[in-house]
């Protein structure tokens, strides 16, 4: 009996050491497994949504913390890039206010104090503004969003920084200087005119020594905090050949994902530039279609200007809304009012890659202040489970592909003014879109055959020259 006792004891006393030794290898192993990413690649941007987070405005907090609670969240709308707009320390000198005027002109106190100023009036390129809380929390962002499988972007301003850089004391010939020798702000290169922001000051892109260290800031994001890629402010205003000179440098470090906030087909031209640029052209006709300025007719010519003006190769970005627009020139329901679905659809269906900007998933329907505390709503409804579906599609449909081997896209005669209707094919899959641009009721015939879904209701759809009826605004998304 006390042999057997003694016999039980040891063999539980080998059993529990052996699992002691297990556990921590078991533990690490899944630990690392979790925390990889694969680089950023071509594939992957097929099949993207990108989503642009307004820290600031996102949550009450405004902070990096609160913010990436969410990101699992974003996963399930099918995000695949998130843009992070401005993360720097904002400049306080000429810091701007609502309403466009400085801040420290304000002579209440308290209101003065609500001025946050613009993101865009950078201080330092290294650090993190404290508003939204530490690097620590930062690096939280970078880490939970790879353990989801998303890719994190920064926004980078390379045409300006704020008053309070250390530039401004240290190195004034990093700025254009007018005949006096004082640092001036952004102006239109066409008339000399300032551009009206006043808050920046602008970089001399002559100086060689000014673009080494604009690289070696964007180059310390890349290999010490993880980040995979940039969206460049006006890189429009920016020399062509800074970018020949600094995207290829920076590419040298890892693969990483760029994006130009301007419509220039150069800044795409070549290997190792840009992987894509705005849609404007087509933002702006989806504006005018949406407010009955023009018909169907206004897309056509689009596409058309597209394929006469990009490689193919080139990705373009689809949005119905960004920080600008929401600020500056309304809300989503002022710009397209019953037209909104239908031309959120078409901005995932047409060829590019759709962007949801913070607020838009929760039907987000007033302008966000831009230098000074706001929120967006956090209530999900029907925008929310429309983007959850179009995000579903476009990341598993090859005939939703849209970055480098696009599917193809082919538009479909309606007869009809304000119908549009066209096809994207690849692999075996196609996906077809019908939307009415019009307030009226419209019957069009559709020249196919074939069984079809329509993949927002669910039901089923047979196809044999039939004629559809759409009400106004009406739309159908049907796959094969």
Known sequence: MKKTAILLIAILSLVSCKKEKETPIIEETTTEEVVQIQPINDDIL???????????????????????????????????????MPIFPISETKRKATGGDFAHLIEDEAERAKMLGSYYAVTDYTKVNPEFGNIDDFRELVKTAHNNGIYVILDWVPNHTGWD??????????YTQNEK????????????????????????????????????????????EGVDGFRCDVAGAVPQDFWEQAIPELRKQKDIFMLAEAWEPELMKGKGLFDMAYGWGTHHRMNEMAQGKDDVSAWDNRMKEISEQYEADDILMNFITNHDENSWNGTIEERMGKAADAMLALSYVAPGMPLIYSGQEYGLNHRLKFFEKDQIPKTKGNVW?????????????PALNGGKQAASYVRIDTNNDYVLAFKRSKDGKEVLYIGNFSNEKQNVTIPLKGSFTEYITNSKLELNNSTINLEPWGYKVLIN
């Open 46 to 84: 097929e099949t993207a949504v990108i989503y642009e987070a307004n820290i600031r405005q996102y949550s009450e907090e405004g902070s990096f913390n609160a913010f990436t609670k969410d990101i699992p969240q974003l996963k399930q709308l099918g995000v695949k890039v998130i843009w992070l």
């Open 165 to 174: 850089h250390i530039w401004i004391k240290e190195k004034p010939d990093y």
């Open 181 to 224: 020798g004082e640092i001036i702000d952004p102006t239109n290169p066409e008339t000399g005119e300032s551009w009206g922001w006043a808050d920046v000051a602008d970089l001399n892109y002559d100086n060689q020594e000014m673009r080494k260290e604009m690289i070696e800031d964007m180059k310390y994001w890349i290999t010490e």
């Open 385 to 397: 489970n429309l983007l959850e579906k179009l995000g579903t599609l476009k990341n598993s449909n």
